[in-house]
């Protein structure tokens, strides 16, 4: 028995239809090889299916694109004129609206006005005074900004300077104290009108063991 007529329709379900495109596309790629081997014809298949897949068959002798190109020969049309058409009034579309960018540039730049009307170079004298408001506007924001980055900058580097300072235990001025001589010079002898000996000395805080040290002699080192 012979299989039942199948009736040409859109087949409703996704899952059948899509194995249906499947199958028959396979038998549709089989004729096309058959038939450029039998009978040494040039054959050409795109075909896409409902989800978007593309799929093509090409006689190894050419491609697709010479046989689109004999197709056009042999019903004496072009497939591309009309977007090449289109392309042109696009291009040209274009053309215009850079001559018109480029005539009004210059003429911001003060060339090209003695084709102006009044009103024409009242509205171009409008249109520079707001650009220029609106150059200044932006040079003062960008100066603003600079000096507040700087303001900080040096802000953090007196902090970090502060820092150092109090992790060293240093101060800002060297403490100095004088100390007399009342036993005369270096050498033990006496003498008169000895001028008395300064001495500079910094003591850490850290160091308190070092407050009131003092050396034998008669030549001790004071705390000023």
């Known amino acids: ?32 090889r058959e038939l450029t081997v039998l009978c040494d014809a040039q054959v050409a298949i795109i075909m896409f299916s409902s989800t978007g897949k593309y799929h093509e068959f090409c006689s190894p002798s050419t491609d697709i694109k010479g046989i689109f190109d004999r197709y056009q020969q042999a019903i004496g049309t072009s497939l591309w004129i009309e977007q ?9 579309h274009l053309k215009d609206i850079n001559r018109n960018l480029r005539t009004e540039i210059r003429q911001r730049m003060g060339e090209d006005l003695d ?49 150092l300072q ?32 300064m001495f500079a000395f910094r003591v850490v805080p850290s160091q308190p063991n070092l407050h009131g040290m003092a050396y034998g002699g008669n030549h ?4 000023g």
């Open 166 to 197: 109090q992790e060293l235990g240093l101060r800002e001025e060297p403490a100095f104290g004088f100390v007399d001589n009342t036993g005369g010079g270096w050498d033990g002898g006496a003498g008169a009108g000895a001028a008395a000996d």
């Open 1 to 32: 028995m012979g299989r039942g007529k199948i009736e040409i329709k859109r087949i409703e379900n996704a899952t059948n239809r899509q194995v249906t495109y499947s199958k028959r596309r396979t038998g549709i790629m089989k004729k096309a």
């Open 115 to 163: 084709g102006l009307e009044f009103d024409e170079l009242r509205g171009l004298e409008q249109n520079v005074d707001a650009a220029l408001k609106e150059v200044r506007h932006r040079k003062y924001h960008v100066i603003t900004t600079q000096t507040d980055t700087y303001k900080k900058k040096v802000k953090h580097s007196y902090e970090a300077y502060k820092t």
């Open 220 to 223: 001790d080192l004071r705390l």
């Open 84 to 92: 090449y058409e289109n392309m042109q009034r696009t291009l040209s």
